[in-house]
């Protein structure tokens, strides 16, 4: 069974669909996804190695080369290349490109289409281009209010008590408490600690609430 025909579809500022979707006159014969993570490292006195810590994710990106071909309409191929790098442009009304989302089977990718390359590879006797290789990439858009509604942080909400052992160290603690070695600080403050080095074993540690 034929895979059906892929699609690109605007979408309004409210995520439904603006206008007619543009059909892909061929389907990719192939496509990339590529996800990443975004670290920090904090140096933390008396170690070799700093502390790695995780930032943030980065914006999946997905990227294809879409084929386009008019020679038997004689017509011009950047007629229907046009529709997809028209995705690039700033309307009339907006004050950035427009959303879209790539519909593919099982395959839909809600994104901004951030960079388009045409390659132009057959032409009429006028010149006139009749075959384009379109290598798109589109980056993934999601507003603040989905991202928070599909993850809800687990963050230390309120003040805890630990108890340090031998060998304990305030940024392993932090790390432990918040998932953030640089807030040893925090709880050296809320504990009236001045060498964060001399730290006793069985000593009761206030671990403050994140903003708190």
Known sequence: MALEKAMIQRLDSKGNP??????????????????SNQFQTTAIP?????????????????TMDLLFDSYEQKEDVRVHTGKVTSLL????????????????GKLEFKAVLERATQRFTMFLG????VRATLNVTF?????????????KPELADEAKELTAKA???????AEEAYGDPA???DIAK???IANPLKLRAGAKLKVPRLGG
């Not at 603006?18 to 996800?35: K, R």
């Not at 442009?89 to 593919?104: E, H, L, M, Q, T």
């Open 46 to 62: 008396g170690l070799s190695v700093p502390a790695t810590q995780f930032v943030s994710g980065n914006a999946r990106t997905l």
């Open 190 to 192: 809320a504990n009236g």
């Open 139 to 151: 980056k993934e858009y999601k507003t603040i209010t989905e991202q928070l509604q599909e993850k």
């Open 126 to 129: 006028s010149g006139i281009p």
């Open 167 to 173: 060998g304990d160290a305030l940024w392993a603690l």
């Open 89 to 104: 442009d700033i309307g009339s009304g907006r004050n950035a490109p427009p959303v879209c989302k790539f519909i593919w």
């Open 183 to 185: 807030k040893w600080r």
């Open 18 to 35: 603006d206008g007619p979707a543009v059909s892909v006159l061929f389907n990719p014969s192939e496509y990339s996804i590529e996800q």
